[in-house]
Nanobody, 124 residues
Framework: VQLQASGGGMVQAGGSLRLSCAASGRTFSTYAMGWFRQAPGKEREFVAGISWGGGVTYYADSVKGRFTIFRDNAKKTVSLQMNSLKPEDTAVYYC??????????????????WGQGTLVTVSS
């Protein structure tokens, strides 16, 4: 399984970015996927998750109402639309996929495969 994250960059506070994660190597549509982030000196934290069919989404309180996760199983991609960005959103963002049919969740241990990360920098 390979995950390739893209879309990071530098943006001013209040701006928007869309991250994408492309999957290859196995059946994509069967498993939940998630986005996590890790800021310098901090642990990786959950951002958003989505069920295999896209019908269930789950967000961290810190991004609820600002970020939207969605997926396209035909294209094997999961995306994270980030609006109203804040300096505290600055981090390396990682996409992950679970492979044990556990469903969407906020624990990093549920996710078995990870992309390489893409850096998001929000300036004040």
């Amino acid at each position: 399984v390979q995950l390739q994250a893209s879309g990071g960059g530098m943006v001013q506070a209040g701006g928007s970015l869309r991250l994408s994660c492309a999957a290859s190597g196995r059946t994509f549509s069967t498993y939940a996927m998630g986005w996590f982030r890790q800021a310098p000196g901090k642990e990786r934290e959950f951002v958003a998750g989505i069920s295999w069919g896209g019908g269930v989404t789950y967000y961290a309180d810190s991004v609820k109402g600002r970020f939207t996760i969605f997926r396209d199983n035909a294209k094997k991609t999961v995306s994270l639309q980030m609006n109203s960005l804040k300096p505290e959103d600055t981090a390396v963002y990682y996409c992950g996929t679970e492979s044990r049919s556990l469903g969407v969740g906020n624990l990093a241990a549920r996710y078995d495969y990870w992309g390489q990360g893409t850096l998001v920098t929000v300036s004040s």
